[in-house]
C-alpha cells in the first residue's frame, strides 16, 4: 500500500471488545516513522489498551493494524518473533518475569532476537545497558525484590536491548523517582536521535513536553484529535483542552524553561 | 433461569472445541519447543516441571501404593484361598494395580498438586501482564509457558506411574511380610505368570493420556484467566474437577479398548 | 528445598534412570519368563466347539504354559480351526502321537492341554495338525498307546472328561442288559426257543471289564483330589462292585445261565437269584442318582450326562420290571405291580438339549 510508505505504525478502525466493555472502540491512527507520539487520556480512556492491541500484545476484536506496513493477525511463530523484534513494548507494570532472575529477564529477549550473540557478547550488552540506567543492585535477584522503580528501570531495559525500530511505551516514568525519570527522559532522547519511532503513553508534562512531535488524545475509547502539541493546544474541544492544559500547565509549574525552549522551536517552525 | 441454562449448554460445546484446539495447538507447538530448546532457550522449565510434579510428589505416591498394594494381598491371601483360587492374586494385583489404579491414582495425585500450581502460576502471570510481556518479546507463550509443562506432567505421570507399580508391587510385598510372610520367589514366579505386555501398554498408555490432559486443562484454565486476582483460584477449582471428570472418561474409554 | 532446585538437574535424571532401569528390568525378566523373545512354532488343531476357547488362552503340559493360541475360525466342516504356537524350549514335546485337549470349565476358564506323543522323539514339523483327544485320531492314537496322557489342569475337568466315556459304557451295559432281560422274558414266555443268550452275555461281560478298566483309570486320577470329589470317588465304587458281581465266577451271571446253560437256575432256590440282581439293579440306580448329582454340580453345560443316566435309570426300571415280572410269573406268583413313575427331570436322551 503505498499510504504505508514511511508509516511505522497504521492502526483501521481498531476495537477491542471485552466480555462486557469495549475499551476502543474503532481508532485509526497513522504513525510515521521516526516521530515520537504522545499517547493521553484520562484514566479508564482506553490508551493502554489501544496501544497493546495497536503493538499486537493482545488482539483485537475487529479492525487492522500494520507495524512498518505489515499485517498483523495471521502471522506464525517465525513472523511473530521477526516482528517482536522491531517492536519494542515497555508494560506500565514492568511486567517482569516473576520466575527468573533480573539477568534472565534480561537475557532472555536477546537470546530471543539475536541467537548469534555468544554468552560474552549478550552478557557485555547487558551489562552495558544496566550501566547508563545506573541499575547497581544484584543482577541474580529475582524481580520480586526489587521497588516498583527499579522494577520499571529494568523493564525499560528490557524493551531497548534488542534494539527496536519502533518502541511504544505504556507510563515508563510512572512510579521511578525524579533521577531515573531524567535518565529514561535522555535515553528517549538518545533513541528518537537515532530514528526510532517513540509511542509513549504518559501524563508526566516533561516526557510529553519534551519529547513529543504529535499528540493523540483519547477519551472514552475513541480519538479525540491526533496532531502537533500546537493544534492540539489549539483545539477547543473542552476534554481535549481539560487533559492537555493539564499536562501543559503542570510542564509550564515543573519545567518553564523547556516549555519556553518548546516555545522557541515551533515559533521556529 | 432459562435463559441462562440454555446459555450455558450453548456455550459448553463451544468452550470444549476451544479447549480441545488449544490441545491440538500444544501437541503442534511441541517440536518448536524442542527447536527453541535446542537454541538455547526454554529456560530449564520442563526440568523444574518434572522435579515438582514428578520427584516431590514421589513421597505421597510410595506411601500411597505400598498402603493398597498391601492391603489387596492381605485380602486377596485371605479370602481367594478360600475358594481355591490363590493363583488369581496376582491377576488382581496386576488388574488393579498396573491397569487401573496406577495411572488413575498418579493422576488424582498430579491433578491436586501440579493442576492447581500450574493454573495458579499461569493465571497469576496473566494477572501482572507477565503472558503479555513473552508476547510483546515474541515468544508464544504457548510454545515457552504450555509445552513445557504440559510434557513435565506427561513425563512426570509415566515416572510416577512406574513408581506406583514399583512400591504397589514389589514393596507391598515386603509389608505383607509383616503379616503373612510368602516366598519372595513365589510371589515373583505368580507376578510373571499373570502379566502380559499389554498391561503394560495399557497402563503406559493411560499415563501419557492422562499426562497431555492434566496439563492441558490445567494450562488453559491458567491461561484463560483474563484480569482479575480473583479470576485465579476460580479457574484453578475448574483445573480440578475438568482435570478429574477428562481423566476417570478417559480411563473408562481406555479400559474399554483395551479389552476389546 | 534448596539443594533440590540446585540439583534439579541430576534429581531428574536420577529419578528418571531409575524408573526407565526398574522398566527395563522387569521387561526382561517377565520377557524371559514369557518366552517373548523366544522363536514359536505353529501348529494347529480341529476341535468341534470354541466354547471355552479363546485368543490367547495358554497351551499347557503338565501345567507349565508351553504356548498360546493364536487364532480361532470356523472352517468349512463347521468345526472349529484351531491355530497355536509352542515356545521353542517346548517344541519337542510336539511329536508324531501328540494331541491336544481343550480342558475348560465353568469356573476356571480354560486351557488347550497338550499330550505328548510317544512314537518318536523327533519334533512334528511347524504348521502341522495335532488331532484333539477326543477325535476318531485321537481315539485311535489312544488306543494304540502312541500317546502319553499329560496331568491335567485341574480336577473338575478331569472328572468331566472321564464321566462321558464311562456314562457312554455304563449305557450301553445297560441297553445289553436289557436285551438279557427281553431275551430271558422271551425264552420264559416260550416265544423265543433258542437266544442268543450266551452271546449277548458274553458281551455285557467285555463291556463290562471296559467299564471297570475306565473306573480305575478315573479313581487313579481321583486319587490326589479331596472332598471336593469324595462323592464321584463313591460312584466309582459303587459301579466297580456292580462290576465285579456281574463278573464273579460263582456270582450272577454264571448261575443266571446255569451248567447246562439254561434258564433252569433262575426257578430254583427261592427267588435269591432274583433278590440278587433286583439288589444290583437297585445298586446301580443308586450309583446313577448320584451321578446325576455330580453332572447337575458340574453344570448344564452338560445335559448329555443328565441324559445318559435318565436313559440308563429308564433302562433299569424296565429291567426291573421284567425281574418283578419273572418273580411274580403267573407260573409261580401272579401278574406285574402297578408302579408309580418317578418324574424324570430329561425328557430323553435324544430331546435333550446341546
Not at chain 1, 480512556?45 to 487492522?64: L, N, Q, W
Not at chain 3, 471355552?52 to 472352517?75: A, H, K
Request: glycine content about 8%.
Amino acid at each position: 500500500m503505498a499510504d504505508d510508505a514511511g508509516l511505522a505504525l497504521n492502526t483501521q478502525d481498531l476495537v477491542v471488545e471485552f466480555e462486557n466493555f469495549t475499551p476502543v472502540r474503532g481508532i485509526s491512527v497513522k504513525i510515521r516513522e521516526g516521530s515520537t507520539v504522545a499517547v493521553m487520556g484520562r484514566s479508564g480512556s482506553g490508551k493502554s489498551t489501544f496501544i497493546k492491541a495497536a503493538s499486537g500484545v493482545i488482539p483485537a476484536t475487529s479492525g487492522e493494524v500494520r507495524i512498518f506496513g505489515r499485517l498483523l493477525g495471521p502471522l506464525n511463530n517465525r513472523e511473530l518473533r521477526r516482528l517482536r523484534k522491531v517492536c519494542g513494548f515497555v508494560f506500565q507494570d514492568a511486567a517482569l518475569w516473576q520466575n527468573m532472575s533480573v539477568y534472565r529477564n534480561l537475557a532472555l529477549p536477546l537470546e530471543q532476537h539475536y541467537p548469534e550473540l555468544s554468552n560474552a557478547e549478550r552478557d557485555k550488552k547487558i551489562r552495558r545497558a544496566v550501566e547508563r540506567i545506573r541499575f547497581t543492585d544484584d543482577l541474580n535477584l529475582r524481580p520480586a525484590s526489587l521497588s516498583a522503580g527499579e522494577a520499571k528501570l529494568v523493564a525499560f531495559v528490557r524493551a531497548i536491548l534488542t534494539e527496536p525500530k519502533l518502541l511504544i511505551l505504556d507510563e515508563p516514568t510512572t512510579f521511578v523517582d525524579r533521577t531515573g525519570v531524567d535518565r529514561i527522559l535522555s535515553m528517549l532522547r538518545q533513541l528518537k536521535d537515532d530514528g526510532t519511532t517513540l509511542v509513549v503513553v504518559s501524563h508526566n508534562a516533561t516526557v510529553v513536553s519534551q519529547l513529543a512531535d504529535e499528540i493523540i488524545v483519547i477519551d472514552e475509547g475513541e480519538l479525540l484529535i491526533h496532531g502537533t502539541p500546537d493544534r492540539v493546544a489549539a483545539s477547543d474541544n473542552p476534554v481535549v483542552r481539560d487533559i492537555v492544559s493539564d499536562v501543559l500547565d503542570q510542564a509550564a509549574t515543573f519545567d518553564s524553561d523547556i516549555l519556553s525552549l518548546l516555545g522557541e522551536i515551533d515559533d521556529e517552525g | 433461569m432459562l435463559e441462562a441454562v440454555g446459555e450455558r449448554v450453548l456455550r459448553a460445546p463451544k468452550e470444549l472445541l476451544y479447549a480441545l484446539g488449544f490441545m491440538v495447538e500444544i501437541v503442534r507447538n511441541i517440536p518448536a519447543y524442542f527447536r527453541m530448546q535446542r537454541r538455547g532457550g526454554g529456560g530449564g522449565v520442563l526440568k523444574m516441571q518434572i522435579l515438582f510434579t514428578g520427584v516431590n510428589a514421589l513421597s505421597i505416591v510410595a506411601v500411597l501404593s505400598l498402603a493398597i498394594g498391601a492391603v489387596i494381598i492381605i485380602q486377596g491371601l485371605s479370602i481367594l484361598p478360600q475358594l481355591g483360587q490363590g493363583q488369581l492374586i496376582y491377576t488382581i494385583l496386576i488388574a488393579v494395580i498396573t491397569r487401573e489404579l496406577g495411572p488413575i491414582l498418579t493422576a488424582f495425585i498430579v491433578i491436586a498438586r501440579s493442576g492447581t500450581a500450574i493454573s495458579t502460576e499461569l493465571g497469576g502471570m496473566v494477572v501482572d501482564h507477565q503472558i503479555e510481556a513473552y508476547m510483546a518479546t515474541g515468544l508464544n507463550p504457548i510454545t515457552y509457558l504450555a509445552v513445557p509443562r504440559v510434557l513435565g506432567v506427561v513425563i512426570s505421570l509415566a515416572l510416577l506411574n512406574i513408581y506406583f507399580n514399583f512400591f504397589g508391587l514389589v514393596g507391598s510385598f515386603l509389608v505383607t511380610q509383616l503379616v503373612q510372610p510368602l516366598a519372595l520367589e513365589e510371589y515373583l514366579f505368580g507376578l510373571y505368570g499373570s502379566v502380559t505386555l499389554r498391561d503394560f501398554i495399557a497402563s503406559f498408555a493411560k499415563s501419557i493420556v492422562f499426562g497431555i490432559i492434566i496439563g492441558s486443562v490445567a494450562t488453559y484454565q491458567g491461561l484463560s484467566v483474563e484480569r482479575a486476582g480473583t479470576e485465579v483460584p476460580i479457574r484453578a477449582i475448574k483445573a480440578v474437577g475438568q482435570g478429574i471428570t477428562l481423566t476417570v472418561i478417559a480411563n473408562a474409554a481406555i479400559t474399554l479398548v483395551s479389552y476389546l | 528445598m534448596k539443594f533440590r532446585i540446585r540439583f534439579a538437574t541430576q534429581i531428574v535424571g536420577a529419578f528418571t534412570i531409575l524408573a526407565v532401569l526398574f522398566v527395563i528390568v522387569l521387561m526382561v525378566a517377565i520377557g524371559t519368563g514369557q518366552g517373548w523373545f523366544e522363536p514359536r512354532y505353529e501348529y494347529s488343531t480341529e476341535l468341534s466347539s470354541a466354547s471355552g476357547l479363546n485368543i490367547g488362552m495358554s497351551v499347557d503340559f503338565r501345567g507349565f504354559e508351553v504356548g498360546r493360541v493364536t487364532n480361532i475360525t470356523l472352517n468349512e466342516d463347521n468345526n472349529v480351526d484351531v491355530t497355536f504356537n509352542i515356545r521353542e524350549r517346548y517344541v519337542h514335546l510336539v511329536t508324531k502321537g501328540s494331541l491336544v485337549e481343550l480342558a475348560s470349565n465353568p469356573i476356571l476358564g480354560g486351557t488347550l492341554v497338550l499330550h505328548r506323543g510317544t512314537r518318536s522323539s523327533e519334533p512334528l514339523e511347524q504348521f502341522s495338525v495335532i488331532p484333539e483327544w477326543n477325535s476318531q485320531i485321537g481315539r485311535a492314537i489312544r488306543e494304540v498307546g502312541f500317546v502319553e496322557r499329560s496331568q491335567p489342569p485341574d480336577p473338575i475337568s478331569t472328572v468331566l472328561a472321564e464321566l462321558d466315556p464311562l456314562l457312554a459304557s455304563i449305557s450301553e451295559i445297560l441297553g445289553s442288559t436289557e436285551l438279557i432281560l427281553d431275551t430271558l422274558a422271551g425264552t420264559l414266555d416260550g416265544t423265543v426257543t433258542e437266544g442268543p443268550v450266551a452271546e449277548t452275555v458274553a458281551q455285557v461281560l467285555s463291556l463290562l471289564s471296559t467299564v471297570e478298566a475306565r473306573l480305575e483309570q478315573t479313581e487313579s486320577l481321583l486319587a490326589g483330589s479331596d472332598d471336593l470329589l469324595v462323592s464321584v470317588n463313591r460312584i466309582a465304587d459303587n459301579a466297580a462292585a456292580a462290576s465285579d458281581e456281574f463278573r464273579d465266577p460263582a456270582g450272577i451271571v454264571p448261575r443266571l445261565l446255569g451248567a447246562s446253560g439254561t434258564l433252569a437256575t433262575l426257578f430254583d432256590d427261592d427267588n435269591v437269584l432274583f433278590d440278587e440282581i433286583l439288589d444290583i439293579f437297585a445298586s446301580i440306580n443308586s450309583t446313577l442318582d448320584e451321578l446325576n448329582e455330580v453332572a447337575r454340580f458340574a453344570g448344564s453345560q452338560t445335559p448329555q450326562f443328565a441324559a445318559i443316566i435318565e436313559e440308563g435309570r429308564e433302562a433299569i426300571i424296565v429291567g426291573q420290571d421284567v425281574l418283578t415280572g419273572l418273580r411274580n410269573n403267573p407260573l409261580l406268583r401272579g401278574g406285574i405291580p402297578e408302579r408309580i413313575d418317578q418324574p424324570s427331570n430329561v425328557e430323553s436322551f435324544r430331546e435333550a438339549q446341546f
